[in-house]
């Protein structure tokens, strides 16, 4: 089978996640990423915890690409970037605004060599405005957006989250739509492109009901108070009677009205005051253990699932018989792991099941000598 993306190759020098993600997310369909890392290496290749030599972080994120070594401030290095960039399709970047131009590695600066290069540049407030170079994290990205702020605890203070939704779904993700339609874009003109990739302008897609809310009617979510920031009876988190949690979302009438039928409390129905039904919930709840709501539920349409930890999850039988854990990636002690599912869908990927992950500069020698042999790489 011929992927996608076979003949496309990216250059990436992201490092940590958004940027990562989204080159493995090309290199699944294909494409030939080639990771252009420093000597110390990629900062991800020595968290905690460990998988062999690297991270098992790095591993993860990794697989199928090919490591190089360059020092971007050497001349001599820079030069064979410049070579190598005649070949490149793409290339992806990370760092804050201003940084590849004093480098001599900007957009205007490639683009004059190879006119087709689409140029990615993810960042954390994109290529201008008054955030443009400020330092910041995921955490940072959701408090300034508005979305931290609507999911507290008990006492309002704000919960930190445990998904990084800016590095992924604002940076990876947008990235990799962008360059798929650049892609397009060239086959049509033949023109690359220079994406500018703002993880913070991307999170307020995410928040489209609030700002809904806010801009029609001047109601701006409050947390704890909206459909789904814990403020209906109807999408709520219930504890068991031995101390279990089940998630509650019968949105709709009919998921409701089942729901209350099959825990007993079928007036619910016509009760006004959701405080009174969320307290009569929560009792019903609270008097039977998480199994035997398990077969209360069974087979019932009533959008109630039971809360389980990552371990339980990746057991569910469901996603063993969809085999979202078959594929394994290497490392460069030859050790397997579980390599981690991507949404791409299974036609478009090879049908290899172990891929591995790069050894720092692994592939340095073998990328210079097509460059100098006038070969493709």
Known sequence: ????????????????????????????????????????????????PRFGQDSVNFV????????????????????????????????VEQFRPGVMQRLGLDYETLSAINPGLIYCSITAYGQYGPKASKASHDLNFQAETGMLALSVDAR????????????????TYPAMINILLALRQRDIDGKGRHLDISMTDNLFTLMYWGLGNGWAEASWPQPGKELVTGGSVRYAIYRTADDKFLSAAPLEDKFWQRFTELIGLPELVEEKSDTVARNEVARRIASQPASYWADCFEGQDVCISDIVDLEQAVQDPHFQERKLFEREVLNREGQKMKALPVPICPQFRSNNTQVPSPGLGEHTDQVLQSIFKGKKI
Do not use: F, W
């Open 1 to 48: 089978m011929v992927q996608p993306l076979e003949g496309i190759r990216v250059l990436d020098l992201s490092t940590l996640l958004p940027g990562p993600m989204c080159t493995l997310m090309l290199a699944e369909a294909g494409a030939d990423v080639i990771k252009l890392e420093r000597a110390s290496g990629d900062e991800m290749r020595g968290y905690a």
């Open 60 to 91: 993860l994120l990794n697989r199928g690409k090919r490591s190089m070594c360059m020092d971007l401030k050497a001349k001599e290095d820079r030069a064979h970037i410049l070579e190598l960039i005649k070949e490149v399709d793409i290339l």
């Open 156 to 171: 309002g203070t704000p919960i930190i989250p445990p998904t990084l939704t800016g590095d992924l779904a604002a940076g």
